[in-house]
Protein backbone atom coordinates (compact mmCIF):
# COMPACT_ATOMS: atom_id res chain seq x y z
CA UNK A 1 0.00 0.00 0.00
CA UNK A 2 2.77 2.40 1.08
CA UNK A 3 4.27 1.65 -2.56
CA UNK A 4 0.69 3.04 -4.65
CA UNK A 5 1.19 6.07 -1.95
CA UNK A 6 4.85 6.79 -3.42
CA UNK A 7 3.55 6.21 -7.15
CA UNK A 8 0.36 8.30 -6.81
CA UNK A 9 2.93 11.00 -5.38
CA UNK A 10 5.41 11.07 -7.51
CA UNK A 11 2.72 11.17 -10.36
CA UNK A 12 1.46 14.03 -9.26
CA UNK A 13 4.64 16.00 -8.65
CA UNK A 14 5.45 15.02 -12.08
CA UNK A 15 2.79 16.82 -13.74
CA UNK A 16 2.88 19.51 -11.18
CA UNK A 17 6.24 19.96 -12.32
CA UNK A 18 5.52 19.43 -15.68
CA UNK A 19 2.92 22.39 -15.46
CA UNK A 20 4.82 25.25 -13.83
CA UNK A 21 7.42 26.59 -16.09
CA UNK A 22 5.60 28.12 -19.04
CA UNK A 23 8.64 28.17 -20.92
CA UNK A 24 9.64 24.40 -20.80
CA UNK A 25 7.38 23.67 -23.69
CA UNK A 26 9.74 26.38 -25.72
CA UNK A 27 12.60 24.53 -24.75
CA UNK A 28 11.53 20.97 -25.81
CA UNK A 29 9.86 22.46 -28.97
CA UNK A 30 13.87 24.15 -29.46
CA UNK A 31 15.30 20.91 -28.81
CA UNK A 32 12.79 19.22 -31.03
CA UNK A 33 13.89 21.31 -34.16
CA UNK A 34 17.27 22.20 -32.95
CA UNK A 35 18.92 21.55 -36.47
CA UNK A 36 16.76 24.53 -37.37
CA UNK A 37 17.43 26.41 -34.35
CA UNK A 38 21.39 25.98 -35.17
CA UNK A 39 21.11 27.56 -37.82
CA UNK A 40 19.48 30.78 -37.17
CA UNK A 41 20.92 34.30 -36.42
CA UNK A 42 21.64 35.28 -32.81
CA UNK A 43 18.49 37.68 -33.61
CA UNK A 44 16.15 34.86 -34.40
CA UNK A 45 17.40 32.86 -31.70
CA UNK A 46 16.60 35.44 -29.01
CA UNK A 47 13.24 36.24 -30.59
CA UNK A 48 12.12 32.55 -30.37
CA UNK A 49 14.06 32.35 -26.87
CA UNK A 50 11.08 34.85 -25.91
CA UNK A 51 8.32 33.41 -27.84
CA UNK A 52 8.31 36.18 -30.83
CA UNK A 53 7.39 35.57 -34.69
CA UNK A 54 8.41 37.99 -37.38
CA UNK A 55 7.30 38.50 -41.26
CA UNK A 56 10.04 35.90 -42.57
CA UNK A 57 9.69 33.20 -39.86
CA UNK A 58 9.65 29.89 -41.36
CA UNK A 59 6.78 27.26 -39.87
CA UNK A 60 9.51 25.46 -38.12
CA UNK A 61 10.04 28.76 -36.44
CA UNK A 62 6.85 29.77 -35.47
CA UNK A 63 6.43 26.50 -34.26
CA UNK A 64 9.30 27.07 -32.27
CA UNK A 65 8.39 30.11 -30.56
CA UNK A 66 4.79 30.05 -30.06
CA UNK A 67 3.83 26.10 -30.45
CA UNK A 68 1.63 23.98 -32.17
CA UNK A 69 -1.18 26.54 -33.32
CA UNK A 70 -4.98 25.63 -32.51
CA UNK A 71 -6.27 25.69 -35.83
CA UNK A 72 -4.47 25.53 -39.39
CA UNK A 73 -5.91 26.16 -42.78
CA UNK A 74 -4.11 25.33 -46.09
CA UNK A 75 -5.21 26.26 -49.84
CA UNK A 76 -3.40 26.05 -53.04
CA UNK A 77 -3.30 28.25 -55.98
CA UNK A 78 -0.98 29.45 -58.68
CA UNK A 79 0.68 31.82 -56.47
CA UNK A 80 1.87 28.90 -54.07
CA UNK A 81 0.76 27.63 -51.03
CA UNK A 82 -0.95 29.33 -48.42
CA UNK A 83 -1.65 28.57 -44.69
CA UNK A 84 -3.67 30.21 -41.82
CA UNK A 85 -2.36 29.01 -38.37
CA UNK A 86 -4.59 30.05 -35.61
CA UNK A 87 -3.60 30.55 -31.89
CA UNK A 88 -6.71 30.87 -29.80
CA UNK A 89 -6.55 32.94 -26.29
CA UNK A 90 -3.52 34.59 -27.74
CA UNK A 91 -2.12 37.15 -24.92
CA UNK A 92 -0.01 39.67 -26.86
CA UNK A 93 3.19 41.25 -25.56
CA UNK A 94 3.50 43.39 -28.67
CA UNK A 95 6.64 45.74 -29.56
CA UNK A 96 7.39 47.65 -33.25
CA UNK A 97 8.79 44.54 -34.89
CA UNK A 98 7.51 41.52 -33.79
CA UNK A 99 4.56 40.19 -31.47
CA UNK A 100 5.22 37.42 -28.81
CA UNK A 101 2.83 35.36 -26.55
CA UNK A 102 2.33 37.19 -23.71
CA UNK A 103 3.32 35.63 -19.74
CA UNK A 104 0.15 32.72 -19.28
CA UNK A 105 0.51 34.09 -15.43
CA UNK A 106 -0.59 37.30 -16.35
CA UNK A 107 -3.93 38.38 -14.82
CA UNK A 108 -7.01 36.49 -16.35
CA UNK A 109 -9.01 39.51 -16.50
CA UNK A 110 -6.79 40.78 -19.39
CA UNK A 111 -8.58 40.81 -22.54
CA UNK A 112 -7.06 37.72 -24.80
CA UNK A 113 -6.81 37.80 -28.22
CA UNK A 114 -6.82 35.30 -31.34
CA UNK A 115 -3.99 35.53 -33.32
CA UNK A 116 -3.72 34.52 -37.07
CA UNK A 117 0.12 33.99 -39.07
CA UNK A 118 -0.56 34.01 -42.42
CA UNK A 119 2.40 31.90 -44.44
CA UNK A 120 3.15 32.34 -48.70
CA UNK A 121 5.19 29.68 -50.02
CA UNK A 122 6.63 28.88 -46.30
CA UNK A 123 7.08 32.09 -44.80
CA UNK A 124 5.35 33.97 -42.38
CA UNK A 125 3.87 36.90 -44.72
CA UNK A 126 1.10 38.74 -42.43
CA UNK A 127 0.31 38.63 -38.87
CA UNK A 128 -3.03 39.73 -37.67
CA UNK A 129 -4.51 39.94 -34.32
CA UNK A 130 -8.17 40.00 -33.40
CA UNK A 131 -9.28 41.07 -30.01
CA UNK A 132 -12.19 38.78 -28.31
Known amino acids: ?12 LAVLISGCDASSGKTAR ?9 QLTPEQKKSIES ?8 ADMVYMALG ?13 KTEMWTYNNFAPAASAS ?3 LGDPSRDASMPTETLYVFFHK ?3 ADIKVERS
Open 51 to 58: GSIEVGYT
Open 68 to 80: KPSKVKSKESPEG
Open 122 to 124: GAV
Open 98 to 100: HLS
Open 30 to 38: IQEKSAVFA
Open 1 to 12: MKSLYAYGAALV
